[in-house]
């Protein structure tokens, strides 16, 4: 492509040359070789043990003790790999290491090994034949490559995988057999002390058996004789069988070896750690887990040499400063289970308050208490006898004592604050037929921070004293989910709650000093009928009444006579089994088997409740629509106008609409609906 001429300015800026993007590793060092350019050098902090010449190196790993250490080397990069493993000239470095591996040198490999082959072949890991999951153990058979690991399980499996022929060749499987078998038996024996290699028992892998007797009689057949090809591998074998077996017997005793001085060396360090541990004062299993002794104590085991005072003394400070941090770890430890321990003893000594009927603040207040603090501590204070904690606050007047003092101290300013928003303030009387403001059912109150009340007042939606005291915010931090510190500020006068239940003492006739006047309100049932709702005859008990008196700003209320009452009973409730979370609650609000008690005129349902009629609207009785519904002959015009219809049965959660949407009701309770008593009892 020409490129553009362009004309020159020399007060404009130079043009910055745009670069290529940068080659990947691949093609920069294809790039490098085919234009030769220049190695870069080598930046500060990088690796320059594989640049070192062979001699250096080898001079270095000649040092060690086994070849399972240059092996890994090798492994570490691929220039290594090819210095140490495809260099031939480097064989001298794997044979010198051989010959003088602890416990003793290695036997010389068969001429199909590599020096670097060899080593990978008796120190490298594999499959465990039976469960077949890694491990690092030797093979337990070098002849037949097998290899267990240290499940005892697998040893004792193994046998399912190997079959005896020695009767098959009637005690000359030794003369005839060309294949290797296992060694001897006792390969397979955790023990190895006192296991000699030698044993008439021939075992061979099921797998080798079945290949080795066609190839045996092929090759031993007269008539057809066996092919050349045949002839030729079989013949290979024979020759090679002897030396392939004796290299397998001398490496298991080589193992046997390896194996009693693996034992030896760690049990001499173990009683070595065991001696310093015991001058030093320390801990002997903490000092075996130390990260730094830890490290020195395996290698040494893994290498086959003993832990010196000289391999000690350079980390001795570094190992006693981690034993003094793992004893601040356990101490911790144990000092938070403590903590927890006696956290949940005032629990249940604040649940068994609660249960008595004891007014108590919520259980992070109550944990507040001056005689809670004490006895419940803190992580890192005093730490009392944490057993015995529950079964002093259980037995002890003392405690008892010292909690009601405490609650009734914490108490005081909260009565004394509610009594006010009541109008009583400094309240004092010397009658003791006379209930306090607070005690009596006109004292209700609302929580004007998160105007939330726990689950035993769903249904009042307000807040007795009880209430007042054990109510608990909701945290907005919903990462720690720490509570909100209680305040008595928080609380003001619930007037709507307050006003009907006043009105409904007055149509009893009693007053709210009364202290019967629970009792006497709650034995109304549901008898009580609200007038503010005009479109509909309204019915329920005093619980109900309560909560229901937030929907109007100034309820009225009347207390109908025995024997009338509305078509279809009030339930009492029936709203709380349908919203339970359980499958037969869902089951149920799954059914279509609940109308609306305000879309039935008041009029029409009076007068049912008083004629024992069942009208509901333009002379059709819910009997017979209920019939037409569960009737499945309706025809599609039916259907149409069933579901058109206000009456129409629905289930829960699109009872919950039809309110919301047409009523303007948001929290269904009892009041609002009813069920066919047929459908609910199956």
């Not at 492509?1 to 040359?17: A, C, E, L, Q, Y």
């Not at 193994?158 to 005839?176: P, S």
């Not at 400070?317 to 949940?344: F, G, T, W």
């Not at 049965?649 to 948001?666: Q, V, W, Y």
Request: charged share 30%; proline share 6%.
């Amino acid at each position: 492509m020409p490129s553009r001429s362009i004309g020159t300015d020399h007060n404009s800026p130079p043009k910055v040359p745009i670069l290529p993007p940068p080659l990947t590793k691949k093609r920069r060092t294809s790039v490098q070789e085919l234009q030769g350019l220049p190695e870069p050098e080598s930046a500060p902090g990088q690796c320059l043990f594989p640049t070192l010449p062979l001699e250096l190196l080898a001079e270095i790993l000649i040092q060690t003790n086994s070849p399972r250490d240059v092996l890994s080397v090798a492994r570490t990069s691929k220039l290594l790999c090819s210095t140490l493993v495809c260099n031939p000239a480097a064989d001298f470095i794997w044979r010198t290491i051989r010959k003088k591996c602890l416990p003793h040198a290695l036997p010389e490999p068969t001429p199909n090994f590599s020096e670097a082959a060899y080593a990978a072949f008796v120190y490298d890991g594999g499959s465990c034949d039976v469960c077949k999951k890694g491990t690092t153990e030797f093979y337990a058979s070098f002849a037949t490559r097998t290899r267990l690991c240290r499940d005892s399980r697998c040893k004792k499996n193994i046998r399912k995988y190997l079959m005896d022929v020695t009767h098959i060749f009637k005690g000359h499987a030794r003369d005839e057999i060309w294949i290797p078998y296992v060694e001897s038996n006792h390969c397979f024996d955790p023990n190895l002390d006192n296991a000699g290699p030698d044993n008439p028992t021939i075992l061979m892998k099921k797998s080798e058996w079945e290949r080795f007797r066609v190839d045996y009689a092929a090759f031993s057949a007269l008539s057809p004789p066996p092919s050349e090809g045949l002839r030729k591998a079989c013949t290979d074998q024979i020759v090679k069988f002897p030396k392939v077996m004796e290299l397998a017997v001398a490496l298991h005793k080589w193992k046997r070896t390896y194996v009693t001085m693996h034992r030896t060396t760690k049990t001499k360090n173990e009683a070595w750690a065991k001696a310093l541990a015991t001058r030093e004062g320390w801990n002997e299993h903490d000092l075996l887990n130390s990260q730094s002794y830890g490290s020195l104590h395996r290698h040494k085991n893994y290498v086959l040499e003993e832990v010196t005072l000289r391999d000690f003394l350079p980390i001795k400070p570094l190992v006693e400063a981690q034993l003094l941090k793992m004893q601040i770890h356990r101490q911790n430890r144990e000092n938070e289970a403590s903590y927890r321990q006696r956290r949940d003893d005032v629990e249940q000594y604040y649940n068994r308050l609660r249960s008595a009927g004891t007014v108590v603040p919520s259980l992070y207040e109550f944990r507040k208490l001056s005689v809670m603090t004490t006895m419940q501590g803190s992580v890192t204070g005093s730490r009392p006898n944490s057993s015995g904690l529950a079964k002093d606050m259980k037995n002890s007047a003392l405690v008892a004592e010292l909690v009601a003092a405490d609650l009734k101290t914490w108490m005081a300013s909260a009565r004394e604050k509610l009594s006010e928003l009541l109008g009583f303030p400094k309240w004092r009387s010397a009658s003791k037929t006379k209930l306090h403001p607070l005690d009596r059912i006109t004292a209700r109150f609302r929580c004007q921070g998160c105007g939330k009340v726990a689950k035993r007042y769903e249904k009042e939606r307000c807040l007795d004293f009880t209430g007042v005291c054990a109510h608990e915010c909701p945290s907005d931090d919903k990462k720690h989910k720490k509570p909100v510190d209680w305040s008595i500020d928080r609380f003001i006068k619930d007037e709507k709650a307050s006003n009907v239940i006043a009105r409904l003492l007055t149509l009893v006739g009693i007053t709210d000093e009364d202290v019967n006047a629970y009792n006497t309100v709650k034995m109304l049932g549901a008898h009580i009928r609200c007038l503010s709702c005009e479109h509909a005859f309204i019915v329920m008990d005093f619980p109900t009444l309560i909560g229901h008196s937030h929907r109007h700003d100034n309820m009225q209320v009347a207390i109908l006579p025995k024997g009338e009452g509305p078509e279809r009973a009030f339930e009492a409730g029936l709203s709380a089994k349908l919203m339970d979370k359980g499958s037969k609650s869902r089951k149920l609000r799954s059914e279509a088997n609940y109308r609306c008690r305000h879309c039935v005129a008041a009029s029409e349902s009076a007068d049912a409740g008083m004629d024992g009629g069942e009208q509901v609207s333009t002379g059709e009785s819910i009997a017979k629509e209920s019939h037409m519904e569960d009737s499945q002959t309706g025809n599609q015009e039916r259907r149409q106008r069933n579901k058109k219809s206000k009456l129409r049965s629905m289930d829960f959660n699109a009872l919950r609409s039809h309110l919301k949407g047409l009523h303007g009701i948001e929290m269904v309770s009892d009041e609002d609906f009813f069920a066919r008593p047929v459908k609910w009892q199956s």
